[in-house]
């Protein structure tokens, strides 16, 4: 049994997808969300999950030695800007950007006595192409600061529809791996090509075609500082591909794709066959704002400047096709208004929005998983729009508790 701590939790997803087979257990988690006074998601979580070790404040404000140790260090963390600089008491010091929740995880890592041994993290994929003016900076901090606390890191950008999940959700997922390890001794051994090609644990459960192009290999010169302030500037392309690993500051990168022939879950599937309510039908009287919203348009627009300039956009295919993937859920998704982004789907009975069931067999989760009172529809839709493929979790965890067990 792994004892997992899980940061920035939300409404569960990562418990949900490592406690599925019983193989780790959570033993403290957090969730704070800073912007909003009622705290829904936590709410949520401690409704489904207990409220025993269970913390709702804000990260930054908890003492590390009131984190319990653990294995597993696991969360989705927004993605800011990570940029550092040397405080003016200590040369030595590093600081980041107030509020930057990285830097949560960093001190964890930092201060913790009993350091965990294995991190899984999981962000958006902009992530290794942030920011415009310095494109992958944001990644390479990371990925430097976690080798100097003596972790290796596997990446990999994985579309949760390219392996037969429900939706089409791409996120960037790595895992790192304590010097200490044997998950890191087997890495060292097998190398880092062979790693990502096939032999490393989400090439495991997330398969690859063998060629990768655009292999790229490089080393994050000089600290954290020198990095914030240098890194790639200028470049209009980052270095990091959509696979990788960093082991002991040399980066190994490559472009790969996803293989997999197995059976697909489509949109159609996780339909509700009945009990939806009328509410989330399209009136005859909104159906030309949802058209035109969804439409293709070339019209000239004016500023509030009084600027005036040429606006055009492509159709969004509408109703959404329901013999594929769904198309990524928002945290606009919820809500009666017309939307440009929302899904609308055809049914015998008409045309209609997508129901929070729905959209939680979207991100693979169990069905009213988000309902509680004093929770609405549109916050429930807010819910999943932030939330990750609970699929791809589960088979990252059993791949991660097998490479440690084999």
Request: proline residues 3%.
């Amino acid at each position: 049994m792994l004892k997992v701590v899980e940061l920035f939790a939300g409404v569960g997803g990562f418990r949900l997808g490592l406690e599925k087979n019983k193989k780790y257990k959570v033993v403290w988690s957090n969730q704070w969300e800073p912007s909003t006074k009622t705290q829904h998601a936590s709410m949520v979580y401690e409704a489904r999950f207990g409220e025993k070790n269970h913390s709702n404040k804000d990260i930054s404000s908890v003492k590390t030695k009131d984190i319990p140790d653990h294995d597993l260090l696991v969360g989705g963390f927004p993605c800011q800007d990570y940029s550092v600089a040397t405080t003016l008491q200590n040369s030595k010091g590093l600081i980041g950007k107030k509020g930057v929740l990285w830097w949560s995880i960093h001190r964890i890592l930092k201060e913790k006595k009993e350091k965990p041994k294995y991190l899984f993290l999981e962000n958006v994929d902009r992530l290794l192409k942030s920011p415009s003016n310095q494109r992958g900076r944001d990644f390479a901090i990371m990925l430097k600061s976690l080798s100097d606390l003596d972790y290796a890191v596997e990446w990999r950008v994985i579309n949760a529809a390219d392996y037969g999940m429900p939706q089409r959700r791409r996120r960037v997922f790595f895992l790192a791996y304590h010097k200490s390890t044997i998950v890191y001794k087997k890495l060292n051994n097998i190398g880092p090509l062979q790693w990502i090609k096939e032999l490393g644990t989400i090439a495991s459960v997330f398969p690859i075609n063998t060629i990768i192009e655009k292999e790229n290999e490089f080393k994050l010169k000089g600290d954290l500082v020198s990095i914030s302030n240098t890194f790639n500037v200028d470049k209009l392309v980052s270095p990091f591909q959509n696979s990788g690993i960093c082991i002991d500051g040399t980066v190994y990168t490559g472009k790969t794709s996803a293989k997999y022939n197995g059976n697909k879950v489509l949109l159609k599937d996780i339909l509700q066959k009945d009990g939806v309510s009328q509410e989330f039908y399209l009136s005859n009287k909104d159906l030309h704002k949802w058209s035109y919203l969804k439409g293709a348009k070339k019209e000239v627009r004016k500023a509030k400047n009084g600027f005036e300039y040429n606006y055009s956009e492509g159709a969004m295919v509408f109703p959404d096709a329901l013999d594929n993937a769904s198309r990524t859920i928002i945290t606009g998704e919820g809500g009666k208004s017309a939307s440009r982004f929302k899904h609308v789907v055809q049914t015998k009975k008409g045309m209609r929005r997508l129901t929070p069931i729905e959209l939680e067999r979207l991100n693979m989760f169990p069905d009213n998983h988000t309902k509680l009172e004093g929770i609405t529809d549109t916050k429930r839709a807010f819910f999943m729009g932030n939330a990750l493929v609970v699929g791809v979790v589960e088979k990252i965890g059993d791949a991660l508790f097998n490479k440690i067990n084999s």
